[in-house]
C-alpha cells in the first residue's frame, strides 16, 4: 500500500514536473527570436525536380537502368526543363566493411563502382558521369543500423550481404563515416535517409527473434504517436544534418527526410532538413495518391524555400497514372506540382510515349512549381468531391487547380473572392494544359471530368491592393510554434487500403500527426474562422501559445489584423493576448480578449523589420493546446 502510494506521488510529481517542462518549453518557444528559424541550409530555394529508381525498379536497380534514364531525360529536353538530379534508391549496397566500417557497393550491378582495389568500391566514377551530363546524383541510407528493404521487403533484389554486422548498412553510429563517404569522396549532391531502422527491430520482431538482426528498440511507432520518441528521432535526423554540413563546406547538398508523416515530423523537419515525407509510400493505385496528395494539402504554412512537404515521388507511368489513364496522370502531376511537392520521377523512361514526356516537361505545370515566391497553394474550397487550390505567384497571379477527386463530373464555381480578386473586376484565367482562356466577373462556372484537374492562372486586380494577406504567402510563414501539447493524427486524410497490409485488421486511421497545426484561412481543425459568430474570410488559424514568423518581404511598413478566440475554442475564460514584434522588438499587444468577445484590431509600424513575430499567449498557467485555437483575421502586411 505504502509502497503503491509512493508510486502515486512519484508519478504525480513526474507528471507535474512533465506539465511544468511543457510549459517552460513553450515559453522558450513563443519567445521572439527576431529571425527566421526554419531551415535554409543544404540547396532547395525551390522545390527539387529529377528521378528515382524506387518507383520504376524498387531495390532490383543498376547503373544500366539508372543511366538509361538519366540519358533520356537530358536527349528529351526534361533536363532542360529543369529535372537535375539523379537518385539511386534501395538496393545499391553490399555491406558494411568490418576492418574499418566502410560501405562496400554491390559491383555486379554498379560496374564502375569496381576501382580496382577488391572491396574499396566507389560511386565516384559514376557521379563524375552524372556530374559531366550536367546532372546531380542523389544516393540512399537509412537512419537506424538496418534498411527499409532488410526488414520490410527482404525478398525484394539486392539485399546486403554477409554477417550481422556487415548486413548493418543505416547510418547509426556511422553518421559523420557515412556521410563524409557519400558526400566528400564519392561526390553526391543528394541524400535520402529513411528510418524502418528505428521503426522495426524491437525485441519481438520476427527479424530479431529468428537472429537475422540486433534488435535496437524501436523510436517510431507508426501506429500510436504516444510511444514514439519524438526528441530522439528528431536528434538522429539532426546529426545527419550536422554532419552534411561538416562535410559539405559549400552547402551543395539536399537532406531529404523519410519518416512517413510519423514523429510529429511536421513540426520539426522544415528546421532540419530541406524535404520532408508526410506519408507513408505512394502507390500507383488513385486511392493511394489521394492519400499521399491529402497528407501535404492542408500543411502550406509548413513548407517555405529551403523545406518542403514531400508527399512522395511521382508515379506517373504505372497503374492508374498509365499511357491509358493520361487525365489520372495529369491530375497526379498538376496536384503535385502547385503545392511545391518535388518532382521526381518513378518511372523507367525508355518506355516513356512522347505524351506522357510532355506531361513531365510540361513548361506551365513546372513554373507553376518552380516559382520563385515559393507558396505552396492553399485550398480555397474544400470537398471531398471537388478541391480548389490557390497558389500565390511571385509576379501577383494566383496558379489555380480545380480537381474532381471523384467518378462523376462535377460543376465547379470558381469565384474572384477565392482568388482574393475583387468581385467587380474582369479576372483572366490562362489554360495551363493550353485549352483556350475564359474572363470573367465575380464567377465562373466549369464543368470538370472524373478525377480530372483544370489548371490556370489567374490575373485579375488583387482585393487588396497595398499589400498582401498573410495567408495568400504560406512561404513567408513559418509556424516555429504552433502551440500543439500532444499530437495527434489528422482525420482529414484519406483512408486509402495499403497494399501490403490489405483488408486485414481493422482498416485504416488517422496517424499521420498533425490536427491541429497552423492553418491558412482556416481554423486548426479546418473549420471556418470566425469570431463571436462572426466569418473571417482570410487570415491566420492556430493554437494559442504559439508563434508565427513571418517574413517581411517588398519594404512592407505596417501590420495590421482583427484578432480573437476563435469560436470553436472550449476554453471559454481563458484570455488570450496578442502580441506583434519587429525583428525581436514588441510593437504592439491586444488587451486580453476571451472566446466570444468580438474581434479587436491590432497594428503595428513594422518600417525596415526583417522578421515580424505574431505571438498568441494564453493568460495564466497551464496547457491550452486544442481548446484554445484563436485567429489572426485579415492579417496583413501592407505600405
Ligand atoms: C521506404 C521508403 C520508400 C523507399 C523504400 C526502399 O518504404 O518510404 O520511399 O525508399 O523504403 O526500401
Redesign the pocket.
Known sequence: MALKTGFRLLLASALVMAAASAQAQSQESMAAKGRWTANQAGQAPVPPMGWNS?NAFY?DVDEEKVMASAKVIRDSGLAAAGYRYINI??GWWLKRRQSDQRMVIRTARFPSADIGKGDTTSFKPLTDRLHAMGFKAGI?TDIGRN???QIY?PNFANQPEGTIAEREVGLYGHADQDIALYFAEWGFDYI?V?G?GVRGLGADAEHVRNGNYRQLDPLIDMNAIGRTDIPAVRGLYQDVADALKRHNPDGEYLFSI?L?GSSDVRSWAKDVGNIS?TSD?ITSNWSRMLTNFDTTLTRALYAHPGSWNDP?MLFVGQGDFDANHMTEARSHFALWAITNAPLLIGYDLRKATPEQIALFGNKALIALNQDPAGHQAVPAYLSDDVQILVKTLANGDKGVAIFNRGLSPMKAVLTADQLKMRADRPVALTDLWGGKGVQFTKEQTFEVGPHQTLMFTARGTRALLDGIYLSEVPGQVNPAEDGIVTPKGDPTIHHSIIPWVGTRGAGEHPQYAGWGGAQADRSPFMTPLRVAGQRIDTGLGVLANSRLEVRNEGGNTRFAANVGVDDGATMRDRPVVFEVYADGRLVTKSAPVRAGQAAVPVQADVSGAKIVELVARAEGDGPAGDALPVVWGEARLTR
Do not use: A, L, N, Q
Open positions: 524506387w531495390s534508391d534501395d540512399y534498411s527499409c528493404g521487403t535520402k529513411d524502418c523519410c512517413w515525407r509510400d512522395d
